[in-house]
């Protein structure tokens, strides 16, 4: 089943939307309904937010119509039943993860993706879905003391959105466990 789609920044690169549309044509992309996640923006302490409008951009220009977007927050009441693809946003990580713990919105996503249902992870989306979140964690801003990084183990590797800015960091590390996203390519799982 390929119905897990990780990025670090969103479905950009042409090769990469057109392997997309191999799960869903194009056609039908206008008639999905999309739950877009927004919480682990409300993580970050940076004030530009510019990337989260490019990346909203990014859902539009695959074909999806604006009015079949909902935005959403974990902890807010939900029918996921409703909804057809899950887009998980980026940001802080640590955050996102601490309040998909919180909100045990980690059986919606494990229930979402056995059902068939498409889930996009960008970014820190795609790194909740893996093993732990841990060598990206020394990259965020740690405010809800998390001291533990396991994260929720869908993929049995630890994924490393924006791998291509992380080099010094993943020279020293000699790990086989690792899915490396660079910016602009993705990985259907």
């Not at 020293?172 to 910016?183: A, G, Q």
């Amino acid at each position: 089943m390929n119905n897990i789609v990780l990025t670090s920044c969103g479905i950009r690169n042409e090769d990469f939307k057109n392997k997309f549309y191999e799960i869903i044509p194009k056609e039908e992309l206008s008639n999905k309904k999309v739950l877009y996640i927004t919480t682990a923006v409300d993580g970050e302490k940076d004030d530009n937010k510019d990337w989260v409008i490019e990346e909203y951009k990014t859902i539009l220009n695959l074909g999806i119509k604006e009015e079949n977007i909902t935005e959403y927050k974990i902890g807010n009441p939900l029918d996921i039943d409703k909804y057809d693809i899950i887009y998980m946003m980026g940001g802080n990580t640590i955050y996102l993860l601490d309040m998909v713990r919180k909100n045990n919105f980690g059986e919606v996503i494990k229930d979402f993706i056995n059902k068939g249902k498409i889930y996009i992870g960008s970014s820190a989306g795609s790194q909740i879905l893996g093993s732990t979140i841990n060598l990206n964690a020394i990259y965020e801003d740690n405010f809800v003391n998390m001291t533990d990084f396991t994260a929720l183990n869908i993929i049995d590797k630890e994924i490393v959105p924006h791998s291509n800015k992380k080099k010094d960091l993943l020279e020293k590390v000699n790990r086989d466990d690792l899915i490396l996203l660079y910016d602009g390519d993705g990985l259907i799982i």
